[in-house]
């Protein structure tokens, strides 16, 4: 007897889930038939993906202004990147070299020539960072300027994404009808069971 009761509960389920699924293809298929957006595609990949970025790229697609506006935020990028590798390895073999002085410093057991090959590391420390007090703040200022062109191009990019996913979202309606049918099924299926003896 449970054999049977087992056999026709997982039958029902299986056969609740089937029927859900067939309520639920044809909300999907004319919501996409029914799309206008002009980013369909950029919607269909993967959740790991900068989703603005991608909105963003369909977008520029069509607008030669915004796709040369990219082009040379994409190249100033590149352009700071490389200055700043340049000046990073330079002040880092500096500041590298002047670590490993103070360092080694502290193994001289004699005194009186640690005393004297400490003053000399802090003399040449302190000129080298008069040299480049300069270069530090230039860069600084490069760095800040940046992150404001950053947050602007950001800003920018989600105020021109908004009304494409806003089409989106009004192209997908999200209908309840299938969900509220299944829970109904559910509900059935719950009151037989609790009323089995």
Known sequence: MKKIFIAS???LIIFSCNESKNENKPLVENAVDN???SIESSFSSGRDDNMIDKIYSEIIKNDKKLSALDDRMVKIYEKQRKALEQYDN???KSESYYRDANYQVNSITDSLLK?????QIKISSEKYNVR??????????????TERMNDYY???KIKKTLPEIE??????????????????KQN????ELKNLK
Do not use: R
Request: charged residues 15%; glycine residues 0%; aromatic residues 8%.
């Open 167 to 184: 089409k989106y979202q009004n192209a997908h309606p999200l209908k309840t009808d299938s969900l509220e049918n299944f829970i109904n």
């Open 90 to 92: 330079i002040l880092n």
């Open 132 to 145: 480049i007090k300069n270069v530090k703040t230039l860069i600084s200022q490069l760095t800040k300027n």
């Open 9 to 11: 509960t997982l039958f």
């Open 188 to 191: 059935q299926l719950l009151n």
């Open 35 to 37: 799309t206008n957006s």
């Open 115 to 119: 005393h004297q090959i400490e003053n």
């Open 154 to 156: 950001t800003a920018f």
